[in-house]
């Protein structure tokens, strides 16, 4: 199978996404798509070198211009996943805008009737995160991210799961 996975810019279940791509790379081809604050927070935690190893080809937004060639491809993957899939993307996916790498990336999958697994960072009111010193804090995500989740849940040829080890169901 091959798919195509997007990071966005969430640390929370950073760590998580890295070691559900290493499993699934044992069995599929994988793509990254880093979208600008996915690449920088990618950075941020040290992963970059362990996914560029994983990984077939890595996508970067600042090379994808406006118009995101890359979504042109999208007949080519058979899986699409967002995690993390921050609050800000969930937003744009929610409500139709395609302004961004992984916005675009979600919008003509979606158009073209292609299953998008999305894991979103805000599912839960209270959660615990590791910045990327190695500290943890608690975050209370609000209301109207928790809104968005809702709408995303309800769309059509979406999945929303709660843990990026979740997206093994769908490969």
């Known amino acids: 199978m091959r798919i195509l996975w997007c990071v966005t810019g969430g640390g929370f279940m950073l760590e998580e996404t ?28 040290g992963k970059t070198n ?7 080809e890595i996508i970067h937004e600042e090379y994808q211009g406006a118009s995101s060639p890359l979504v042109c491809k999208l007949g080519s ?15 744009k996916i929610a409500y139709g805008i ?16 292609k299953k998008v697994v999305a894991v979103p960072t805000d599912l839960e009111k209270n959660v615990d995160t590791m910045i990327p010193s190695g500290k943890k804090i608690k975050i209370q995500c ?28 769908f490969v």
């Open 18 to 45: 890295c070691q559900a791509i290493a499993e699934i790379v044992k069995r599929h081809e994988v793509t990254l798509a880093l979208s600008k604050a996915g690449e920088e927070v990618v950075w941020m935690y």
């Open 50 to 56: 362990a996914l560029k190893k994983a990984v077939r």
């Open 77 to 91: 993957f058979d899986l699409i996943v967002i995690s993390p899939c921050t609050a800000n993307t969930t937003a």
């Open 98 to 113: 395609a302004d961004s790498l992984v916005s675009n990336i979600a919008a003509q999958a979606l158009k073209t009737g």
């Open 142 to 169: 609000r209301k109207v991210d928790l809104e968005n989740v809702k709408r995303l849940e309800d769309m059509e040829n979406i999945v929303v799961v709660k843990k990026p080890m979740d997206v093994e169901k």
